[in-house]
């Protein structure tokens, strides 16, 4: 396990399943982890030791986004790491959306990150840093019944990208992890919304990774601490697949 001791880490979303996955991981590596989100995570033991704290933020609106993150600064000094775990996905087919759907979908996924990204590359100017934003593999791989979903993630994928060319300079690296099939909440609705096809089954959906199964979010958490880690120094500006092969099978 990598050694992240006396660092910070921010964990935008980090009351999901992937974000609270990937904030355990950095609180057992050693990371003092301060939350942004709606809701505060059930369990909050650790902050009475101080290597946790929450913070209440609407990341759609960029006055929340900016006091949050100079709040964590001011308090800790810094920010070494941040994982954005941003995802709203209501389901639909592409002629039945509203306009509402598609607001909601792209404030969060798009807007919201754009402005956690901004205030995140700010904060880390004079230090460094590492950021890694959680999209998908349907940034690339549409799948049926969340066209709105498909289309946001892509495009978060490509401001991902383009903030790796421009922060570069600042000493700061910025990745992309692309889950595939994972084993969450808002999988398992999609699973429930879309069941009258075969095609979106459980069973379905494992045959169709190369190593027949679903993933774990303590597997997509790995993934991103290992990208923040020293062994990950050199890479930038690049998208990991944590999907089992489901993009090839």
Not at 2 to 16: D, I, Q, Y
Not at 97 to 105: G, K, P, R, V
Not at 120 to 128: D, H, V, Y
Not at 190 to 203: F, I, W
Request: contains cysteine; proline residues 3%; charged residues 20%.
């Amino acid at each position: 396990m990598h050694s992240f001791r006396g660092k910070v880490a921010l964990v935008v979303g980090g009351t999901s399943d992937i974000g609270r996955a990937t904030a355990a991981a950095f609180m057992r590596a050693g990371a003092y982890v301060a939350f942004i989100g709606n809701r505060a995570p059930l369990d909050l033991a650790d902050q009475a030791s101080g290597q946790s704290v929450f913070i209440a933020a609407d990341i759609t609106r960029e006055v929340e986004v900016r006091a949050a993150i100079d709040l964590v600064v001011s308090s800790y000094g810094s920010i070494n790491f941040a994982a954005n775990r941003v995802s709203v996905g209501p389901t639909a087919d592409l002629i039945d959306y509203t306009e509402a759907e598609f607001d909601e979908i792209f404030q969060a996924n798009l807007k919201g990150l754009f402005f956690c990204l901004k205030h995140q590359i700010r904060s880390m100017r004079e230090t460094g840093g590492v950021i890694v934003n959680v999209t998908s593999v349907a940034a690339r791989t549409p799948f049926a019944g969340c066209s709105l979903f498909n289309a946001s993630k892509a495009a978060a994928a490509m401001l991902t990208h383009s903030a790796a060319v421009e922060a570069g300079k600042y000493g700061i690296r910025v990745i992309e992890v692309a889950p595939g099939p994972i084993e969450t909440a808002m999988s398992r609705l999609y699973r429930k919304e879309t069941g009258g096809s075969l095609d979106t089954s459980r069973d379905i959906i494992e045959a169709s990774t190369l190593l027949g199964r679903m993933g774990r979010p303590e597997e997509v958490a790995d993934a991103i601490t290992f990208l923040c880690s020293p062994a990950a120094s050199f890479v930038t500006a690049t998208s990991l697949r944590v999907d089992g092969g489901f993009s090839l099978g």
